[in-house]
T-cell receptor, first 117, second 112 residues
Framework: AQKITQTQPGMFVQEKEAVTLDCTYD???????LFWYKQPSSGEMIFLIY??????QNATEGRYSLNFQKARKSANLVISASQLGDSAMYFC??????????????FGAGTQVVVTP | NAGVTQTPKFQVLKTGQSMTLQCAQD?????MSWYRQDPGMGLRLIHY???????DQGEVPNGYNVSRSTTEDFPLRLLSAAPSQTSVYFC???????????FGDGTRLSIL
């Protein structure tokens, strides 16, 4: 069974600083995908970044990067140069490689980030 | 682009009532899912579908039914609402395994 763990329920970060959000996962399937989503207080789910289990390089999207350590089964999100608009809940999610499960994502409990001036 | 459309946005029900939450997507995505989000928790998968005519249970399926007669629509039915089903419900769709899910704006459901 899949499992996603986000151990940081909440954190404060100062504007312009970098922040790392932890995510560990558990799967026995060699093929899987890892996703990070942002949920601001308005409630919508915003996709940030994707990492495939066979990707050789860590994914990057603008100020977001994913520190993928496959052997440790971790996929930490790094937000560089934090902005006030980054204040939100952040979710790590995974789906495994079985075709019938491609629509079956599992989410972590989330990390609440508050960016302070 | 409409993306994933959920209706209604808000609903209040009495215990024992039934209702259907609607979800439609215009991206021709094969994969669609329903989640519930409770305070302090992540999203929990209720049911999902890998294509028209194919559905399967997720983590918390009890009390909910789904069907997928077309690629576009994936309604979620509450047969007999219970206060424990008070939650925010999200519908999502995706195409390929390495593609992210696109989410609707959510339905906030309260059951008295």
């Amino acid at each position: 069974a899949q499992k996603i763990t986000q151990t940081q329920p909440g954190m404060f970060v100062q504007e312009k600083e970098a922040v790392t959000l932890d995510c560990t996962y558990d799967t026995s399937d060699p093929s899987y995908g890892l996703f990070w989503y942002k949920q601001p207080s308005s409630g919508e789910m915003i996709f940030l970044i994707y990492q495939g289990s066979y990707d050789q390089q860590n994914a990057t999207e603008g100020r977001y990067s994913l520190n993928f350590q496959k052997a440790r089964k971790s996929a930490n999100l790094v937000i560089s140069a934090s902005q006030l608009g980054d204040s939100a809940m952040y979710f790590c999610a995974m789906r495994d490689g079985t075709t019938d499960s491609w629509g079956k994502f599992q989410f972590g409990a989330g990390t609440q980030v508050v960016v302070t001036p | 682009n409409a993306g994933v459309t959920q209706t209604p946005k808000f609903q209040v029900l009495k215990t024992g009532q039934s209702m259907t939450l609607q979800c439609a997507q215009d991206m021709n995505h094969e994969y669609m899912s329903w989640y519930r989000q409770d305070p302090g928790m992540g999203l929990r998968l209720i049911h999902y579908s890998v294509g028209a005519g194919i559905t399967d249970q997720g983590e918390v399926p009890n009390g909910y039914n789904v069907s997928r007669s077309t690629t576009e629509d994936f309604p979620l039915r509450l047969l007999s609402a219970a206060p424990s089903q008070t939650s925010v419900y999200f519908c999502a769709s995706s195409q390929y395994s390495n593609q992210p899910q696109h989410f609707g704006d959510g339905t906030r459901l309260s059951i008295l």
